[in-house]
C-alpha cells in the first residue's frame, strides 16, 4: 500500500503558522494535494490536543480520522510534535529540533505530563521549547511507551538542527549516545536534495 504523507506539520498554535492550520481545513488541503496521511503536530500544546480531542476520532491503532469525515478517502492523522531542545553540551549550545511521534492520546497526555514536571511551558507554543537533551526526551517518551519514537528535523539547517554547523553534532551517536539505535530516520528537511543527502 502507497502512503503519501505529510509528517512535519503545525498547528494555529505554533509560531509563524497560518490561523487557518485547523484540522478540518487540514484535511481539505490534504484532499486536494493528493495525501492520505498527515501528522496533528503540536499536541503539548493544551488548547490544541483539546481540539484534537473534540475533532478526531481513532479509526485504526493509533490513526485517527476527522470526526466529521464523510468519505473514507479523507486523509488520516498520526500524532506529533515538534519539540526544541536548547541546551550545554561538550562547552557548545545545542539547539536542536525533534519529532516525536506516540500511539495514542493518552501517551500525549502523559508525556505532557512528564515535560511540564521538567519546567516545560508547554502553553508558550506548539512548539516548545525545553532544557532537555534529545536522548533525555526519547528516554521519557519510550519510558512511557515503547512504541513511541523521536526523529531528528531538518537536520541539514545550521541552527536548530542535528547536523547543524551553529549548534549541533557529526553525527547520530555523538548526540544521542546510547539512544542512538532507537533513531530510526531523520527528517533531511526542503533544504538538500538526495545527491547532496
Known amino acids: 500500500m502507497e502512503v503519501i504523507a505529510d509528517l512535519h506539520l503545525h498547528s ?14 487540514m484535511t481539505q488541503f490534504a484532499r486536494q494535494k493528493g495525501l492520505n496521511l498527515l501528522t496533528t503536530g503540536d ?17 485504526d491503532q493509533g490513526v485517527y480520522s ?9 486523509p488520516k492523522f498520526i500524532l506529533s510534535v515538534e519539540i526544541s531542545s536548547i541546551y550545554s553540551q561538550g ?18 497526555e502523559k508525556m505532557n505530563q512528564e515535560l511540564v514536571k521538567r519546567g516545560c511551558n508547554v502553553s508558550s507554543d506548539g512548539r516548545p521549547i525545553v532544557g532537555l537533551t534529545p ?43 546510547d539512544y542512538s539505535k532507537y533513531i530510526y530516520g531523520v527528517e533531511t528537511g526542503l533544504s538538500s536534495d538526495p545527491s547532496m543527502n
Open 12 to 25: 494555529k498554535y505554533s509560531r509563524a503558522v497560518s490561523q487557518s492550520m485547523t484540522l478540518p481545513i
Open 43 to 59: 499536541w503539548t500544546h493544551p488548547v490544541w490536543l483539546r481540539e484534537i480531542k473534540s475533532n478526531l476520532v481513532e479509526s
Open 66 to 74: 476527522l470526526k466529521t469525515s464523510q468519505d473514507k478517502l479523507d
Open 91 to 108: 562547552g557548545k549550545a545545542r539547539r536542536i529540533h525533534c519529532l516525536l511521534f506516540v500511539p495514542s492520546i493518552d501517551v500525549a
Open 135 to 177: 536522548p533525555n526526551i526519547l528516554e521519557i517518551l519510550m519510558g512511557i511507551d515503547e512504541r513511541s519514537f523521536l526523529i531528528p528535523c531538518h537536520v541539514w539547517t545550521p541552527w536548530f538542527s542535528l547536523y547543524g554547523s551553529m549548534s549541533g553534532f557529526d553525527s547520530i551517536e555523538e548526540c544521542f549516545g
